[in-house]
């Protein structure tokens, strides 16, 4: 199976009236978003499955990228949240048994250190640091569990667009 991460499009700053939850992708996030589409496109990835934290930010970067790649079957998943948990994230990814590739959308710190526990086995000496619209791919291949996986490409959203 193979895991792809993806850290939401760049953001609204936070403001006392507006909640976290709430913040929705900027002008200059779309089109960033956009260019990393493009190399999603020209590096030929599909995904099976796209799973997604509940935050407006991700469900709007998940729904860019399911509808550019014509992928139908997105998901919230609210352990992709933040604070969200590796071993509820892990359980809900052993339950696709005939998916062979899954973009997680997220945020930061989770996303890399999830991405880090399946790659590194540990957070202890790194985590991933997604930029915004970054994308990882990790290949698992006996179960999702720490130290399961295999890091195969990490890219910045800018390096993503130069693929396109």
């Known amino acids: 199976m193979e895991l792809y991460f993806l ?3 760049i953001a609204e700053d936070p403001t006392e009236e507006m909640l976290d939850h709430d913040r929705e992708i900027t002008a200059d996030g779309k089109k960033k978003l956009q260019a990393v ?3 999603m496109q020209a590096m030929e990835l599909t995904f099976d499955l796209i799973l997604m934290s509940p935050y407006k930010r991700t469900v709007q970067t998940a729904s860019s990228v399911a ?3 014509k ?3 997105v998901e919230i998943c609210e352990a992709l949240a933040p604070g969200g948990s590796f071993g509820a994230l892990s359980t809900r990814i052993a339950q696709e048994t005939n998916t062979v590739r899954i973009l997680l959308v997220g945020h930061q ?3 890399g250190m ?3 526990m399946l790659a590194f086995g540990h957070t202890a000496t790194s985590i991933l640091p997604f930029s915004k619209a970054g994308m990882a791919c990790v290949e698992i291949n006996h179960g999702c569990h720490t130290g399961s ?3 195969k490409w990490f890219l910045t959203a800018k390096q993503m667009g130069m693929i396109a």
Do not use: C, D
């Open 7 to 9: 850290r939401h499009a």
């Open 37 to 39: 589409i493009k190399g």
């Open 67 to 69: 509808k550019k790649l």
């Open 109 to 111: 710190p989770g996303l």
């Open 149 to 151: 996986g295999e890091l």
């Open 71 to 73: 992928i139908k079957n």
């Open 114 to 116: 999830f991405a880090s």
